[in-house]
Each structure stands twice: as C-alpha cells, then as structure tokens.
C-alpha cells in the first residue's frame, strides 16, 4: 500500500491509525521509520510533507516538493528491490540540494550548497537550473 498524505489527517489517516495502532501527534500524524514504513508494517510505505521519524520529531523540510520527490524515488526503489526479490536501498536520507527565490526583476537568493548568493547571479544561477529541470522533464 502506498499513502500520500498532507500536513492535516483525513479519514483514511485517521482509519489507518486506528488499524495499524499507530502512535499519533497531536494533529494526528503517523510516524514513520527511516524507511519511511509505519513501524512495525513495512509494507506500508507513507509518503508525507511533514514527517515524524520515531526517534525524534522533524518540523518540516525545508522544500517539501523536492523532498516528497525524493522519499517517492526512495519508496519506489525500495518497491521494485521487493518486487525483484533484491536487498532494500539504505534507510532514506533527504538531501538538500539549496534554496532559491526569485525576489524581484532579475534579482534573486539563492544558498545551494552552503554558497550564499544574491542579486543578478543568483538570479542567473536560478535560470540556469530551472531550465535545466525544464530540459530535464521534457527529454524524460
């Protein structure tokens, strides 16, 4: 089973709670293993903006989107190495490619990397990678 949820419990999280016996916050969130599995049922696989891991509390990452992506690459790697029979991918780790803003006419911030950058190069450097991306997707 595979659930994308969001930062508020609907229904089916509420339900699948309940089910599973799962330790809830306050807002009912699930946590989730380092393997991104309900603990003690690892063929479910959750996916979510905000994520619990069970030895600490994580408020939120920094880009959601980029790290949805990335736990989505993860759960799908760890699907196809079951489905194959193969051993699982390491835990899941996010990785933090940087931060950029566009903050006006050809003017931007950006921290990629831990180089701090500002004005017209950020700016270019934002073009740059998102037409990169665009390139990407297309060819993809």
């Not at 393997?35 to 880009?63: A, C, D, G, K, Y």
């Given at each position: 089973?595979?659930?994308?949820?969001?930062?508020?419990?609907?229904?089916?999280?509420?339900?699948?709670?309940?089910?599973?016996?799962?330790?809830?916050?306050?807002?009912?969130?699930?946590?989730?293993?380092?393997?991104?599995?309900?603990?003690?049922?690892?063929?479910?696989?959750?996916?979510?903006?905000?994520?619990?891991?069970?030895?600490?509390?994580?408020?939120?990452?920094?880009?959601?989107?980029?790290?949805?992506?990335?736990?989505?690459?993860y759960a799908a790697k760890v699907i196809r190495a079951r489905v194959e029979k193969n051993p699982e991918p390491p835990p899941f780790h996010y990785f933090n490619k940087?931060?950029?803003?566009?903050?006006?006419?050809?003017?931007?911030?950006?921290?990629?990397?831990?180089?701090?950058?500002?004005?017209?190069?950020?700016?270019?450097?934002?073009?740059?990678?998102?037409?990169?991306?665009?390139?990407?997707?297309?060819?993809?």
């Open positions: 089973m595979l659930w994308a949820g969001g930062v508020t419990t609907n229904e089916f999280g509420r339900t699948l709670a309940k089910r599973t016996e799962a330790q809830t916050d306050r807002i009912g969130r699930i946590p989730v293993t380092p393997q991104l599995t309900i603990p003690n049922f690892p063929n479910i696989l959750s996916l979510v903006t905000w994520r619990w891991l069970t030895t600490r509390m994580v408020s939120h990452f920094p880009e959601w989107r980029r790290w949805r992506l990335q736990g989505g690459a940087g931060d950029m803003a566009v903050i006006g006419r050809a003017a931007a911030v950006a921290n990629i990397f831990g180089l701090h950058l500002s004005g017209l190069l950020a700016w270019l450097v934002w073009l740059f990678i998102h037409l990169i991306y665009i390139v990407e997707f297309q060819s993809g």
